[in-house]
């Protein structure tokens, strides 16, 4: 999208209107002040995650209290109608994923999610996952992906969360992400063995990603250091197909 005065050209036909769930409302930002508010709290969230070139090619999503109209959480989003442009990404940065090349069918790349601080009511993530589920139907997406953070850049805090993630939940070789950033955690190969405490795993494993997860999503077999935003994250792929069906109708019922 671009900017005309105050105003955002969609690039996408994007219809999906404002969600209303428990005290919180989600809507899409329109004016240049809602993607500074979104800029904002993504810099008290993550340092060094202000504005970046990508806000100019994504939408955003801002989730605010209905009383009283404060911004609580925030993501951004990107719509791929080819799998070839995947390389327009924002993960493409940090991962070879020329193999997704070949995938069949929509992406949406989810970015940037964050939430106050202060606020942890879970209508929070259900109220966003009905945002993304009417981003899904609307646009035929037939995958979600994304970069998912752990705060902090020691991978030995979340060896438990990792070989979790060696143990369950690697990508399809079909579609795994190749290294390409130059500092990385190669946690598949490092934790090759180890078991994990699953009690630890889950505990260190973040909200988001932990979501990504039940639906079926998978991971790349290694996490990429990022120290401008201090964290590492590993790229996470949800194909829509692999939803459990229990899962789906849940979804469903939260996005009518």
């Known amino acids: 999208m671009r900017l005309s005065g105050s105003i955002f050209e969609m690039t996408h036909d994007v219809t999906m209107t404002r969600i209303e769930k428990g005290s919180f409302r989600a809507r899409l930002a329109t ?9 904002q ?3 008290l969230s993550f ?6 070139p990508f806000d100019a090619a994504c939408q955003h999503v801002l989730i605010e209290h209905s009383d009283t109209g404060h911004l609580v959480c925030s993501f951004r989003f990107m719509i791929l109608k080819d799998a070839r442009d995947i390389e327009t990404s924002y993960s493409a940065q940090f991962y070879d994923l020329s193999k997704l090349r070949n995938f069949n069918g929509s992406l949406l790349e ?4 964050c939430r106050a601080s202060d606020i942890t009511d879970p209508d929070i993530l259900r109220i ?21 953070s752990f705060e902090g850049t020691n991978p030995d805090v979340f060896e438990d969360a990792f070989a979790l993630l060696k143990e369950r939940h690697l990508a399809p070789k079909r579609w795994a ?35 990504y997860l039940t639906m079926g999503g998978w991971v790349s077999d290694h996490g990429v250091i990022d120290p401008d935003m201090n ?22 019922a939260d996005a009518d």
């Not at 989810?110 to 999610?113: A, H, Q, T, V, Y």
């Not at 390409?180 to 990603?209: C, E, F, I, N």
Request: aromatic share 4%; glycine share 6%.
């Open 31 to 39: 004016t240049a002040q809602d993607l500074q508010a979104a800029q």
């Open 41 to 43: 709290l993504r810099q």
């Open 47 to 52: 340092s060094g995650a202000g504005a970046d």
């Open 110 to 113: 989810i970015g940037r999610f």
């Open 128 to 148: 966003a996952w009905a945002m993304i589920t009417r981003l899904v139907t609307q646009n035929d997406i037939q995958m979600l992906f994304g970069c998912t």
């Open 177 to 211: 992400p190749q290294i390409k950033a130059p500092r990385t955690v190669a946690y598949a190969d490092k934790l090759r063995g180890v078991k994990p405490d699953l009690k630890t795993a889950q505990k260190t494993m973040p909200p988001l990603l932990r979501s």
């Open 231 to 252: 964290t590492i994250h590993v790229f996470t792929g949800v194909e829509i197909s692999a939803i459990p069906a229990a899962r789906k109708r849940l979804l469903m």
